[in-house]
DNA sequence: TCGGCCATGTAACACGTTACATGATTCT
DNA sequence: AGAATCATGTAACGTGTTACATGGCCGA
């Protein structure tokens, strides 16, 4: 339920295409909710439907067409009412944590590789968090009310990628405890 | 993909019916992937057809045929495999950060009510993690390879409430900043 | 008597994923 | 010559959510 109003954020903050959308889900976006350029699309199709977003064909020279959109009013509107009502705390899902349970009944040492694996994906996402803190929130500026916000969106994905990395050390260890594998890396 | 490979695991940990698994949805194994009881005898129903699972039923006195579930060899050599081939990491998905975005562009001070209820969710299940903490993995016990596993799992579910509360405090320090409100509590 | 628990299910729909399709441009 | 990028889409399928349905027991 909430593509539609990630998708209202973003235009909000820049209007752009279908793909422009669908790029910024895998950054920025995408840090704290995921959508295929296919999900976008059809969502789009509706919300232009519904009068919640319109579109300007712009044609490119040695390019498709860029169908750039932008929130209309009653996208606006609609997304002033999702802010106002309560959404429920999502629950997290973690297929590692499903794994981990399942090597009871498994191979656990055959685990060790998959954890470093994630280890080393969380890694580069943090990487990649930092270098966008950096950038865009250097110390001592005068920020606004949505850089602020902005920020302290990216400070929870920063904090989320860090505990990430110190649990994922803390199954390393447990695992190889039980394998009988003692080399610390 | 992985709920048949979830309630594969918690039928090897105790065997069940699907009123039981979805209960332990709901805690357990619900920590780190939550289901509701539709989608599980969708899926009993299915696993049973391929003949991962077993099927006894128990007639019970003053209530209704209990069908216990366990596993069958196929389900847990599909288990098995599973557990040998990668999984992407899962991405976060909240949609408060979005709203936290949005509110960029809508009453931010609005937030902060949504904002302090999370917090209480989260806080809630700190504590109850924490209890089954002390209950099930009391310190100076000598643990088994499945219950250092189980525990492993459960410490990751500890460390993200944490975060997330720090975060979400970081969070209501930011919107009270925005909107001139300046009482901490 | 009313709500909650035990126990299973159907139906309809929304959301998400994967594969396929097209076609020009730009970079290596 | 081949791969990557820009740009949009269809089709099929699998997963997840919501609403509804049944019916007896137990405790307040």
Redesign the interface.
Known sequence: ??LE??I??SL??QPGSGYELARRFDRS??????ATHQQIYRVLRRMERDGWVEVRDVPQDGRPDKKVYSVAPPG?TA??D???E??E????????????????????A??IA?TE??RE??AERLARYLAGEQRDFPESAELD??Q??????L???I??E??TL??LD??LA?LR??GGAPEPH
């Open positions: 339920m909430a109003h990630a209202l954020v909000l903050e976006i995408g840090y704290f909710w995921t606006h997304l002033s999702w802010l106002a309560p959404v705390p999502e629950s997290v899902r973690h297929s590692l944590a499903v794994k981990i349970r399942g090597a009871a009944f498994g191979d656990p055959g685990l998959e694996r994630h994906v969380h009310a949505g602020r916000l902005q920020h302290v969106v400070r929870g994905g904090a989320y860090r505990m110190d649990w803390d199954v447990t405890r039980l």
